[in-house]
């Protein structure tokens, strides 16, 4: 009998070890390999206009990515993006500024939106892979890794667009900040009505979704409009989502604000919808994309009533435009699904090949992370940066890691998604007014 | 400041009956275990998840109609609670509690594995199928999802607590609950018993998943709903069956109402306003309102 309850016990052991092994499963992306030295030449490779024909270079980079936490919802079609980016730039070809050709080996690491996972992972992509690069995820664990990766001199490309991350030497990111995004929508809700009344819902307890709230109360009281908080939970079911559309009715809102992430923007937009509260709802970036509409389950009620602010034209229907094009033939090699999260993932890639070329091939090697940072900082005084169609011209300066700062308004009118804009917020410095509320 | 009118607290109130129902109907397979084996299915939150995913995938990549949907969900937490049994809770029997816990919350990651496998490329935030119509009530809007929650949640806990309280099978579980070498002795097939249990506490928390599913929407963090409903349990007492629809209704009351009169000033008091209520009640009544009393002889 005990001999059984043992063998019992040790399939037990083994399956909840092969379990824990498969939940580990976002170790070892594609590109991962045991490389423990970056960069390296090696040779020979073709290169463009026959600059340094021989050489190679291959690059370490670090991809930490949620996959299997709670925002691998979004985070694994950016993660797939990301992936596709690597493949396709690295068939396509990545040449310096003196045309060494450079080989990209992406690490990629599932950190499940654990902050301290990243800190884990980061020790190992610096000690063991020796990355120059990050292309990463969420804000708290940016945000926390920040100042190191300004000591280690590693290049970190986030999909947060967090405003702190503006001012931090080594995060990059193609997008306006948060802050400015939702100022950018605030300044479309003014232009549509002015003097209006706005409700900010939005998690009270969350730092994402607080990070913006000076910033818009900031414009709004420049622009006229009058603001009320509403505590809406990040994790909300109808009934918190009913509760706080009951709150928010009390004010008879022109314009509702959703700072959250979209499974509890659409539940407050299905409440907005049920209970007929005739004002418009519009959701941060992470708040609203394609899914929404079907998320609160009553499409067709919603109808010029829901938008979200997005900082570039979404790929839906733009395959042949320039950026967009780039974007479907990656996408293709995976044959993946393109939406706007495997857009962000694939972006943040570009941005990072876009530094590489900026850099020769010498002071790639000497300096690593740090000459990828100059080159991306070398579009302050010189040459803009574009992904294509998909960005403006995008300059970041030493100090200021702000590209841009207009945003779309993308409004779902029953049948599809219209773009409003671009808009670009006047008058107040929201990155400012963010860094200065969060000391 | 926010104004308690006669439409918000019905809307408010309806709205916490329907949760309370929820957290009730998820609540009630941490009691039925309970009963059995005297421990807490640490497990239960992920074949939740596990449930809900199976419906969503069921009505909307294979296109069956709800209640397919449902009855899949059962099944599956019904499989999966019986092989918790068979696998873990039977070989552990006679051991401390604490050994049984210690090994459902590692069946826990390995329910949260399968419920992302079965997910595939769904696993994200995503809606189950309902129809889009609605009825008001006064002050109170209806909608699809409201009726299947009340629908699934309630007749749920009726059904359970009506299989234990009014049949022969229900009469030999609680039998083997409360005293498994006496119902051996009187020839009642103790393990098939156990399993039974364990597997109809499976199929409740898979029904249970779809009622919590058309609330709150199908997304990978859907377990947290599961270890807020054990509150409910607690509050009940984790022997009692019927007594879990009041647990439920209370924490629903508390959670709505702290959230709507005091949510904005402090957010988060929801939440703390019911596990706070939870403990109070533990302090004076350590097994809960309806909970049994045990006397250990040492």
């Known amino acids: ?439 | 400041m926010v104004v308690l009118t006669a439409q918000t607290a019905a809307v408010n109130t309806f709205q916490a009956l329907v949760m309370g129902l929820v957290f009730a109907a998820l609540g009630l397979g941490f009691n039925i275990v309970y009963r059995v084996s005297k421990s807490i299915n640490l497990a239960h939150p992920t074949l939740v998840l596990l449930a809900a995913y199976t419906a969503l995938v069921v009505s909307t990549r294979l296109g069956a109609g709800m209640a397919v949907a449902v009855a899949a969900a059962a099944a599956v937490g019904a499989a999966a609670g019986a092989a918790l049994e068979v696998l873990i809770a039977r070989p552990l029997r006679g051991r401390p509690p604490i050994a049984l816990i210690a090994a459902t919350l590692g069946a826990y990651y390995v329910f949260k594995a399968l419920a992302k496998m079965i997910a595939g490329d769904m696993w994200t935030t995503a809606s189950l199928p309902l129809p889009t119509f609605t009825a008001r009530f006064g002050p109170v809007v209806v909608d699809a999802s409201d009726l299947l929650a009340l629908g699934l949640a309630g007749g749920l806990v009726a059904a359970v607590a009506a299989l234990h309280r009014y049949t022969r099978l229900g009469v030999a579980m609680r039998a083997v609950a409360e005293d498994p070498y006496g119902a051996a002795a009187y020839g009642l097939p103790v393990r098939m018993l156990t399993m039974l249990s364990w597997a109809i506490a499976g199929a409740a928390g898979g029904v249970a998943a779809v009622a919590l599913a058309a609330k709150t929407g199908v997304e990978p963090s859907l377990e947290v709903y599961v270890i807020e409903a054990l509150a409910a349990s607690l509050l009940a007492g984790l022997d009692s069956i019927a007594g879990i629809v009041l647990g439920g209704l209370v924490l629903g009351l508390v959670y709505q109402y702290s959230n709507f009169l005091l949510g904005t000033i402090l957010p988060g008091f929801g939440e703390a306003a019911a596990f706070t209520l939870m403990l109070f009640v533990l302090l004076v009544k350590p097994y809960g309102i309806f909970g049994t009393e045990r006397i250990e002889r040492v």
């Open chain 1, 1 to 439: 009998m005990r001999a059984r309850t043992a063998l019992i016990a040790a399939i037990v052991v083994i399956v909840v070890v092969a379990a824990a092994a498969f939940m580990l499963a976002g170790r070892g992306g594609g590109g991962a390999t045991t490389a423990t030295t970056s960069p390296t030449q090696t040779s020979p490779a073709a290169s463009p206009g026959g600059g340094q024909g021989g050489k190679e270079i291959t690059l370490n980079v670090g991809l930490l990515v949620d996959t299997s936490g709670p925002t691998s919802g979004v985070g694994r079609p950016y993660a797939m993006g990301a992936e596709a980016a690597f493949k396709y730039f690295n068939e396509k070809g990545v040449y310096t500024s003196d045309g060494v050709r450079v080989k990209l080996n992406y690490i990629k690491r599932d950190y499940g939106y654990n902050p301290t996972r990243a800190q884990q992972y980061y020790k190992e992509f610096r000690d063991q892979y020796h990355v120059v690069a990050i292309v990463g995820w969420g804000t708290a664990d940016t945000e926390q890794l920040s100042s190191q990766t300004a000591k280690d001199k590693i290049l970190y490309i986030s999909a947060s667009y967090s405003a702190k991350l503006v001012k931090q030497p080594y995060n990059f990111f193609p997008a306006p900040d948060y802050s400015t995004q939702a100022c950018a929508a605030v300044t479309w809700m003014a232009g549509k009505k002015p003097g209006a009344t706005l409700v900010l819902l939005y998690d009270h307890t969350v730092a994402y979704s607080k990070s913006p709230i000076p910033a818009i109360k900031a414009i709004a009281e420049k622009l006229g409009l009058k603001v009320y908080d509403v505590n809406l939970p990040l994790k909300a079911s109808d009934a918190d989502a009913e509760n706080a559309i009951q709150q928010a009715a009390q004010y008879k809102p022109d314009f509702i604000w959703c700072g959250n992430t979209i499974s509890s923007c659409s539940r407050a937009a299905k409440a907005m919808a049920k209970y007929g509260l005739d004002a418009v709802m519009v959701a941060d970036v992470w708040g609203f994309d394609e899914r929404f509409p079907k998320l609160t389950g009553v499409p067709e009620k919603i109808a010029g009533k829901a938008a979200g602010v997005s900082p570039w034209l979404w790929p839906e229907g733009r395959e042949n435009q320039p950026g967009y094009r780039e974007l479907y033939e990656a996408a293709k090699m995976l044959d993946a699904k393109v939406d706007l999260h495997f857009m962000q993932g694939f972006m943040n890639v570009w941005l990072l090949v876009k530094a590489i070329e900026r850099t020769d091939s010498k002071t790639l090697m000497e300096k690593k992370g740090e000459a990828l940072k100059n080159a991306l900082e070398s579009s302050c005084n010189g040459d803009p940066i574009k992904l294509g169609d998909i960005t403006p011209e995008m300059r970041y300066c030493p100090g200021n890691h702000l590209p841009f700062k207009s945003s779309y308004i993308v409004v779902w009118d029953g049948k599809d998604f219209k773009f409003e804009g671009p808009i670009t917020p006047e008058g107040v410095d929201c990155v400012k007014v963010t860094i200065e509320a969060e000391k």
